[in-house]
T-cell receptor
Framework: KQEVTQIPAALSVPEGENLVLNCSFT??????LQWFRQDPGKGLTSLLL?????REQTSGRLNASLDKSSGRSTLYIAASQPGDSATYLC???????????FGSGTRLQVQP | NAGVTQTPKFQVLKTGQSMTLQCAQD?????MSWYRQDPGMGLRLIHY???????DQGEVPNGYNVSRSTTEDFPLRLLSAAPSQTSVYFC????????????FGPGTRLTVT
């Protein structure tokens, strides 16, 4: 059974810092990996999707990498801003299951 | 495009009542799914559909029914609500399971008393 772990569970940084969020998964047989952002009381917003054949994806200040063989992904946020404060969720789509398996998320607080 | 829409946004039920959570998408996506999100448990898959007329169970299907008569709609039915079904419910859709970016609706917050 696929398990997805996100470390750290919570993170507080001053504005302007570069930061890395980690995601690991136990089964490397995946179709893709997706990073989401969730604001309190809101739905999930897709940030980046990495197909299993890709190594990284970039969107603005965000960069996500994927190392399928080691079962790891990182989300890099450059020059963090208070508006980046949210919970970040990592999810993998396995080849054996037609569904996303989610990590528990990293709650990020960027202090002005 | 409206994307993925869900109604209602909030609902309070008494134990034993039934109701249907509505989900619709206007992106012609084949794949749709329902998740529930609980504190400390993350998001867990309830049911999913890979196309009209095709549904399958996810990780936590008990107490829920689904059907997919059209590509656009994927309602979730609670047959006899229980306090354990108090949760936030999210509907998601994508072009396909393997290649599609998943788009989520805004959620329905359900309380069962």
């Amino acid at each position: 059974k696929q398990e997805v772990t996100q470390i750290p569970a919570a993170l507080s940084v001053p504005e302007g810092e570069n930061l890395v969020l980690n995601c690991s998964f136990t089964d490397s047989a995946i179709y893709n990996l997706q990073w989401f952002r969730q604001d309190p009381g809101k739905g999930l917003t897709s940030l980046l999707l990495i197909q299993s054949s890709q190594r990284e994806q970039t969107s603005g200040r965000l960069n996500a990498s994927l190392d399928k063989s080691s079962g790891r992904s990182t989300l890099y946020i450059a020059a963090s801003q208070p508006g980046d404060s949210a919970t970040y969720l990592c999810a993998v789509m396995g080849t054996g299951r037609r569904a996303l398996t989610f990590g528990s998320g990293t709650r990020l607080q960027v202090q002005p | 495009n409206a994307g993925v829409t869900q109604t209602p946004k909030f609902q309070v039920l008494k134990t034993g009542q039934s109701m249907t959570l509505q989900c619709a998408q206007d992106m012609n996506h084949e794949y749709m799914s329902w998740y529930r999100q609980d504190p400390g448990m993350g998001l867990r898959l309830i049911h999913y559909s890979v196309g009209a007329g095709i549904t399958d169970q996810g990780e936590v299907p008990n107490g829920y029914n689904v059907s997919r008569s059209t590509t656009e709609d994927f309602p979730l039915r609670l047959l006899s609500a229980a306090p354990s079904q108090t949760s936030v419910y999210f509907c998601a859709s994508s072009l396909s399971t393997a290649w599609g970016e998943q788009y989520f609706g805004p959620g329905t917050r359900l309380t069962v008393t």
